[in-house]
């Protein structure tokens, strides 16, 4: 556990996370342009979910190099990308089975989704938030499964429509999760809690 610690508090790796999770966010963003292109404004902020979640956690790496907390933004950092890293993952997935092939992009977000499920994670003792943090952060997610689902505005995976209200389902019990899996690590009494930097 000590070992972990030191890795991850380490500068040099929190500084390649910080450039990794920039050019993820950058691509992310790219990657959303042409669905974005044509979303109404007042959505703008909901579409992009990964994007979303990994610049958020830019924001909570640039923070532990500047040996600060910024505890709003961790939240719905670490609730953001399990969330939507699994959900893509799933996604893909899925999209694999229905159309009988994915084209290598698709593996490639498969393999960067399920590592952004786990580095939110993996900081998680890092962080110091209490349930005012994590309130924010649930109604932030929960919020953007309506938007999602209810003024469908879901990321488009067009061989995936026929399941949206599957999708959309699958997508509240996940958001369900993810804020309950950040209660676990990081408010209830006797989690594993570590300083922020040596």
């Known amino acids: 556990?000590?070992?972990?610690?030191?890795?991850?508090?380490?500068?040099?790796?929190?500084?390649?996370?910080?450039?990794?999770?920039?050019?993820?966010?950058?691509?992310?963003?790219?990657?959303?342009?042409?669905?974005l292109a044509d979303t109404p404004v007042q959505f703008l902020a909901f579409v992009p979910d990964s994007p979303t979640a990994s610049l958020f956690f830019v924001i909570v790496l640039v923070s532990f190099l500047l040996?600060?907390?910024?505890?709003?933004?961790?939240?719905?950092?670490?609730?953001?990308?399990?969330?939507?890293?699994?959900?893509?993952?799933?996604?893909?997935?899925?999209?694999?089975i229905v159309d009988g092939s994915l084209a290598w992009q698709g593996y490639m977000l498969i393999f960067s989704h399920a590592c952004m499920s786990l580095e939110g994670l993996l900081y998680s003792p890092f962080y110091r938030l209490r349930l005012r943090h994590l309130a924010?952060?649930?109604?932030?997610?929960?919020?953007?499964?309506?938007?999602?689902?209810?003024?469908?505005?879901?990321?488009?995976?067009?061989?995936?429509?026929l399941y949206i209200r599957e999708i959309g389902?699958?997508?509240?019990?996940?958001?369900?999760?993810s804020i309950g899996i950040t209660y676990y690590l990081t408010i209830r009494k006797g989690r594993l809690k570590w300083s922020l930097l040596p």
């Not at 389902?169 to 999760?177: E, M, P």
């Open 1 to 35: 556990m000590n070992y972990l610690y030191y890795l991850l508090s380490n500068r040099l790796v929190i500084l390649v996370l910080l450039i990794v999770n920039i050019l993820g966010t950058a691509y992310g963003f790219y990657w959303y342009g042409w669905q």
């Open 67 to 96: 040996k600060k907390n910024v505890p709003y933004i961790e939240a719905l950092a670490i609730v953001t990308l399990f969330k939507y890293g699994v959900w893509a993952v799933a996604m893909n997935i899925l999209t694999r």
């Open 136 to 161: 924010v952060a649930a109604v932030w997610t929960l919020h953007n499964d309506i938007i999602d689902y209810v003024y469908m505005q879901f990321p488009r995976y067009e061989s995936l429509y």
């Open 169 to 177: 389902y699958f997508t509240f019990w996940l958001s369900i999760a």
